[in-house]
């Protein structure tokens, strides 16, 4: 088994769960980035293809990715280049040697945007609101086994675990901290507020969200006035937006648009470097046509990924048959690899089960995401080649959720995250993944019992969890209701005045210092 050289965050999450840890609180270098931030004025404009989806708030997706780390905060940040924790509204923590208890030490100069002081109490409501089944969150089952929250001191929380959480840290940057006084609001769209770096202003529904700056931030006052997001639901116009400058930035687009902007100094073309973004086909067990797991193997032998990293991706990422990213101390060569295109073996596959389905089969996929249509079309004329017929269903984001949900789907192109974390967080939380409600309908006591096998390893790096991991990944691989094809990232693109652009480790958009002239 050939593996990648695991993240060095990942050991440390291990041993803070295994020792005391305590977290430097860096106030002062934050202090002094507060004294020393300027405003350089002006307003960013970023184009996206989908509007704002209020209910996903709490979900890693889009809303949560443009709007999440604009309007809100995290207990802390991971260090992209090293995967440490950094301080954040958590300056400091400890870590019982049980690893069932975790102090966080709050900065007491953080104020939501009605003026109100965040507290502990805030904390205990945002952890308790992911941990809700309303709040449909991937991390769910880690801010589940939050069973308590001591909140006596308002710059204190004292977390009480059900159980040890190798994923906690992965939790902590993961959780928005939103208003517990305006819940109804936020699920209205009426009212985002949070201790974020801009303060909501205004959404046009389908057109534009206005942000502006919030001059009381605690870690400085941004430097642009106003970001505002303008809705463009096609991407030759979001695209053509930069070009004109009716908008200064535009996140995730496809590769493939973006050949004029390469080599053009009037443009900066930048991908974001976490790969997370692993593209899949998604297949609903439940549908009689699907039910047979030799026609989702036959699938999988069918797709090219090698076309499909290239044609849509650039080159940028790497084919990937499982759902770990390559730095991932889950990623396992072997089963990355095992999928490569056979029609030989995905017509002998259709064979033993019978033959390929009779009607055409519906593959959904979402136009929210520029790549999405490309991938589905490239799927559906591989699947002909081994006598399957596809019709395409492209849907709006909201829309292809609502049907996912349904347990109406058949197949569908999304990408999932979460590969590049502790495995745990993707074995328990995510949509495509977890062993109750995953997208798929897929139930199996063997894979239930798999999952938690990966959530128990307190060493992520040791014998026993590639143990886990790797019996995990076999399942996955043999059962395939997701079809893994390619690990990549997402690419942005902005104009040339555009400086400071910046992400976290769930591509939320971080913009704290981003300037344009």
Known sequence: MTRSRPRTWLLRLAAALTAVTVAAGCSSAVDQAKQASGAAGGTLVVGTLSDLTPSAIYSQSTTSMTIGRLLYDTLIRYDRATGTPQPAVAKSWTVSPDGRTVTLALRDDVKFHNGRPLTSEDVAYSLKTYASAAAASQLRPAAAAVTAVDTADPHVAVLHL????????DLLEFVLLTDRETPDQLKAGEQFIGTGPFKFAGWQRGQQVRLVRNDDYWNGAPKVEEVDLKVIPDETALLNSVRSGQTNVVVDASVQALTPFRGNDAYTVEPENIWDVNYYIGANVTDPALSHRAVRQAIAYAVDRE??????????????????????????QELATRYTRDLTKARDLLTEAGGAPAQPLRLSYNTALAPAKSVAAIVQNNL???GIKVELEPLDGAALTQTLNSGRSQLWIN?????????????????????????SGYRSADYAALVERVWEQPDPDSAAAHAAYDAYTQLLSDEQFVINLVSTTVTNVYTGSVRGVDWNTYKYLILDKATVK
């Open 384 to 386: 002909a080649d081994i």
């Open 415 to 439: 990408p999932h995250g979460f590969g590049q974390n502790s495995p745990a967080t993707l074995a328990t939380g995510a949509a495509p993944f977890k062993p109750e409600g995953n997208l």
């Open 307 to 332: 076309r499909i990293l290239h044609e849509v991706f650039g080159d940028t990422g790497s084919v990937n048959s499982a759902p770990w990213s390559p730095d991932s101390p889950a990623y396992n």
């Open 162 to 169: 059900a159980h040890p959480l190798v994923n906690l840290f």
